[in-house]
C-alpha cells in the first residue's frame, strides 16, 4: 500500500494518531469510517476535510465508510460546545438525514463494484432496535464513569458556568462509541477518523472495541486531522452572509468561488495542500509563482477552480469565472445575457434596486426618464443629462447617449437592466 499517513502529514492533515495506525494503512486495504451528524439537510465547508479525507482513503486503496448519524443526531455532539444542543424533531432529522446523503454521494461512488467501494451508513438503522435496557448491559458496563469523565468535552462541560452537561450528551461518546464497533463487527472497520475535538469520542470506540473483543480481533485505530483555521484567528467556514455551503441552493456557486479567491496569501498557501489533490511539486511551484507577483493571486485563483470543479462541476466553475469577468472584467452586454436570474443577483447583491412595470417599456422609455423618475438612481433629470452628456452612463455594461431609449429587447431574462455610473456606481433595474 502506497503511504497515505506521509500525503496527509504534508498536507497538514494529521493531528493526533494512535500507535500502530500508520503500520496498519501500510499492511493492507483498511476499512475506515468517518461520522456527518445531521444538524442541517447539507454541508458547509467546514465538512469538506473529513470528505477529502475519505477520498484520499478511497484514492489510496482503502475502503471509505461514511456514516451519516441519524441516532446521534437525536441527541447532539457536545464536543466544542458550552450548551446544550436542542433536540431536532424526527422529520427534520430525517430530511437531514436524506441531504446529507446525496451531498457525500455527490464526492463518492456508494454503487461502485470495485473491492475498495465506499460504502453509505446510518447508525439509526442498528440503534433504533437496541433497548435501553441491552445498551446499559452490553456498552455501559464495559466503560466506566470515571473514563467517560475525563474526555475533555465532558470536563469542559461540567466545569463550565453553564448549566452542565445531560445525561443524554453524556451518553454520545457511548453511542458513537457502539459505532465503531458494530461496523468493526459487520464491515471489518479497524480506523475512525475525524477531527481533532472528536479524539474522546473516537478512542472512546477503540477502547469498546477493544473491550468487547478479545486477540487479534481486538485492534482499533485512531486518526484526527486539525480544525482548520483562519490566520487571522477568526472562523474557517464563513463569509459575511454566514456558513458557506456545499449545495448551491445555500450558497451560489458564484460566491462559492469567490470564498476562495479572496483567500488571504497566508491561508491559501495553506488551504492549497488541503482542500485539493494537486501533487506536492506542483503546489510547491504555484506557491514560488505566487510569491513572484502576489497580485496576480495565482494561488487563490487555482484553489478556487480545483474546489469548485470538485464541490460543483467544471460547467459551474465557468459560470463563475464568467460572472466574475462581469462584475471585474471587461464585459458587454451580450455577456450579461448569458447569466441566468440567480447568478445574476448574486453578482450584483447588495446593489441598489427599484422596479418599474413591463408596460412602461412597450413604446420605449427615454433614458432620462429611467435615470431619474422611474428609478430614482439620479436625484433630477438634470444631473442625468451631465452624466449622459460626460459620456459616463452605461446601460448593461454600453455606454449611451440622451436619445437611447429602453426597449423590451435590453432586458436581461427578460427581468433585469443593469444601470452604470462612472467605473463603479451600479444599479440594478427590476421590470415586472
Known amino acids: 500500500m502506497k503511504n497515505l499517513v506521509a500525503e496527509l502529514q504534508w498536507r497538514g492533515l494529521v493531528h493526533d494518531m494512535m500507535p500502530g495506525t500508520e503500520e496498519q494503512l501500510l499492511k493492507e486495504m483498511t476499512p475506515t469510517y468517518i461520522g456527518f451528524d445531521p444538524t442541517s439537510d447539507s454541508l458547509h465547508i467546514g465538512s469538506l476535510v473529513p470528505i477529502i479525507l475519505l477520498v484520499h482513503l478511497k484514492n489510496f486503496g482503502h475502503k471509505p465508510i461514511a456514516l451519516v448519524g441519524g441516532a446521534t443526531g437525536m441527541i447532539g455532539d457536545p464536543s466544542g460546545k458550552s ?21 457525500l454521494s455527490r464526492f463518492l461512488d456508494f454503487n461502485s463494484t470495485e473491492v475498495n467501494a465506499p460504502v453509505l451508513v446510518n447508525n439509526y438503522d442498528w440503534m433504533k432496535a437496541f433497548s435501553f435496557i441491552d445498551f446499559a448491559r452490553e456498552v455501559g458496563k464495559r466503560i466506566t464513569v470515571n473514563y467517560m469523565m475525563a474526555k475533555d468535552s465532558v470536563k469542559k462541560r461540567i466545569a463550565g458556568e453553564g448549566e452542565g452537561m445531560s445525561f443524554t450528551e453524556f451518553t454520545y461518546q457511548l ?21 481533532s475535538d472528536q479524539w474522546g469520542n473516537i478512542t472512546t470506540g477503540t477502547e469498546l472495541v477493544r473491550r468487547m473483543n478479545v ?15 483562519k490566520a487571522d484567528g477568526s472562523k474557517f467556514g464563513k463569509s459575511e452572509g454566514g456558513n458557506v ?26 488551504y492549497i495542500k488541503i482542500f485539493t489533490f494537486l501533487d506536492q511539486q506542483t503546489i510547491e511551484d504555484l506557491i514560488a509563482e505566487h510569491h513572484q507577483a502576489p497580485h496576480l493571486r495565482v494561488l ?14 467544471k460547467s459551474e466553475l465557468e459560470k463563475a469565472i464568467q460572472a466574475s469577468n462581469i462584475l471585474f472584467g471587461n464585459s458587454n452586454a451580450a455577456d450579461l445575457k448569458q447569466l441566468d436570474s440567480a447568478t445574476f443577483l448574486e453578482v450584483f447583491d447588495g446593489v441598489p434596486q427599484a422596479e418599474i412595470a413591463k408596460s412602461d417599456l412597450e413604446n420605449g422609455l427615454d433614458i432620462v426618464s429611467v435615470l431619474n423618475e422611474k428609478t430614482g438612481f439620479f436625484k433630477s433629470n438634470g444631473e442625468a443629462r451631465r452624466g449622459l452628456t460626460a459620456n459616463s452612463i452605461s446601460v448593461n455594461r454600453e455606454k ?11 432586458l436581461i431574462n427578460n427581468e433585469f437592466v443593469l444601470l452604470q455610473s462612472g467605473k463603479k456606481n451600479y444599479f440594478v433595474v427590476r421590470v415586472v
Open 245 to 270: 455551503w456545499l449545495t448551491a441552493d445555500k450558497t451560489s456557486v458564484y460566491k462559492f468561488y469567490q470564498f476562495w479567491v479572496n483567500t488571504t496569501d497566508v491561508d491559501a498557501e495553506k
Open 215 to 229: 486477540g487479534e480481533e481486538a485492534k482499533a485505530y485512531a486518526m484526527t486531522c486539525p480544525l482548520i483555521t
Open 400 to 410: 449611451v447617449k440622451e436619445d437611447f431609449v429602453l426597449t423590451p429587447n435590453d
Open 175 to 195: 453511542i458513537q462509541g457502539y459505532d465503531f464497533y458494530h461496523l468493526h463487527k459487520n464491515y471489518n472497520c479497524l480506523l475512525q477518523m475525524g477531527g
Open 83 to 103: 450548551d446544550e444542543r436542542n433536540l431536532l424533531d424526527e422529520a427534520t432529522l430525517n430530511k437531514n438525514v436524506e441531504g446529507i446523503k446525496g451531498v
Open 300 to 313: 487563490q485563483k487555482r484553489l478556487a477552480e480545483e474546489l469548485t470543479v470538485f464541490v460543483h462541476s
